[in-house]
């Protein structure tokens, strides 16, 4: 087996993700609806306590004189329910919205449909018990029983704390009694969902941890996927080679039109055009060593010049490409190889010579 050693690279950090693999802690969210939902009762507990009075008061002055019916118990539950749902919805929909905040805020709006469907295996009990009894199974277990005793030891020790205010609760009136044990139960809900939450950033990080662990690669892992997202460097090597190889092709169909090939004089060949009305001679094709050869064979087999100029030849192949004009300080030197080549054929230079031809004015 690989040794798996070396970090997933973001290329298997999106495939697990698109996968549904991220990084997810249900205890995050648990805890982040308990303490949300404390401070939204806090808030809104008290208009539910007056509803809930109401309704109780109302119930035991209108009982002794009213008709029980259907209609007398109807109009009650509406009545229960306008005084009682609207502070009860607020509670609710803050903590539904508080889940899926910390859902999408962990998932960053993924939406994995590969996880949406039946799974066998998610029944299968034999891979159930597989599951309980393997490491991962008994570190789940671990950390449940750690939650389990320290939101018990914060419970026990608050409730031991206010036991006694918890007993004078009998000495109250009803509206009083419900109010404190409002307050205290918040209390005690804002006490176990702090210390919960501590609990949760760790699991976080524990998921967190876990996750770039099982989504380690190894060497040759990292060299495939290289090879699948860059190309094989072999087979790239071998592209580039047909492309120079068919623009050498192309260049060296070109070598046929040109007027003169100067040389250097067997390392490097340029073929050079220059016909009237061009503004400057330009370089058809250009190479060192058997490309050179290739271009002086091509130019003698079609009766063009080959000139020996090593200063021009060595100029021209390091300032100019292929398909490109000679820069304007060579054309003094390229016109005297143009007037040798049209005195060689016994042609008179064309009516609109190069500008460096012209002598120049002293």
């Known amino acids: ?101 910390l859902t999408l805020g962990q998932t960053q709006f993924l939406w994995a449909g590969k996880k949406i469907g039946f799974d066998f295996k998610r029944v299968n009990p034999i891979d159930g ?45 009803f509206s009083t009694a419900v109010s404190h044990f409002i307050e205290i139960a918040v209390s005690l809900t804002i006490r176990v969902g702090s210390m919960y939450l501590v609990l949760a950033v760790a699991d976080y990080a524990y998921q967190r941890w876990d996750l770039y662990k099982n989504l380690r ?51 490097l060949a340029i073929a050079i055009e220059y016909q009237e009305g061009m503004r400057a001679p330009k370089v058809l094709a250009k190479g060192p060593y058997r490309v050179a050869e290739r271009i002086v064979k091509l130019a003698r087999q079609n009766n063009i010049p080959v000139v020996q100029n090593i200063p021009l030849a060595r100029a021209i192949y390091k300032t100019t490409d292929v398909g490109q004009e000679i820069s304007p300080e060579l054309y003094l030197a390229m016109a005297e190889v143009l007037a040798y080549v049209y005195k060689l054929r016994g042609k008179t230079p064309p009516n609109r010579a190069i500008p460096a031809a012209e002598p120049a004015s002293s």
């Not at 495939?15 to 308990?34: C, F, H, K, T, Y």
């Open 1 to 101: 087996m690989a040794d798996k050693s070396e970090a997933p690279t973001s290329h298997r950090v999106e495939e697990a993700r698109n996968d549904g693999q991220v990084v997810r802690s249900q205890e995050l969210i648990s805890a982040g609806v308990i303490v949300i939902s404390a401070f939204l009762l806090r808030n809104s507990g008290g208009e539910m306590i007056i509803a809930f009075k109401k309704m109780i008061t109302s119930m035991i002055l209108e009982i002794p004189h009213a008709e029980l019916s259907v209609e007398w118990l109807r109009g009650t539950s509406f009545t229960f329910a306008a005084l009682v749902l609207p502070p009860f919805s607020m509670i609710l929909v803050g903590i539904l919205m508080t889940g899926v905040v």
């Open 129 to 173: 018990f597989k599951r309980i009894f393997s490491s991962h199974g008994l570190i789940e277990l671990l950390r449940s029983l750690l939650k389990l005793g320290w939101v018990s030891w914060v419970a026990y020790s608050f409730i031991r704390d206010n036991f006694l205010d918890l007993i004078a609760f009998t000495q109250y009136d």
């Open 217 to 267: 690669m190894s060497k040759e892992e990292i060299k495939e996927e290289s090879k699948r997202s860059e190309g094989d460097p072999m087979l790239k090597s071998r592209v580039r080679n047909m492309q120079r190889q068919m623009a050498r092709g192309r260049m060296m169909a070109n070598v046929p039109k040109a007027t003169v090939v100067v040389v250097n004089p067997t390392h």
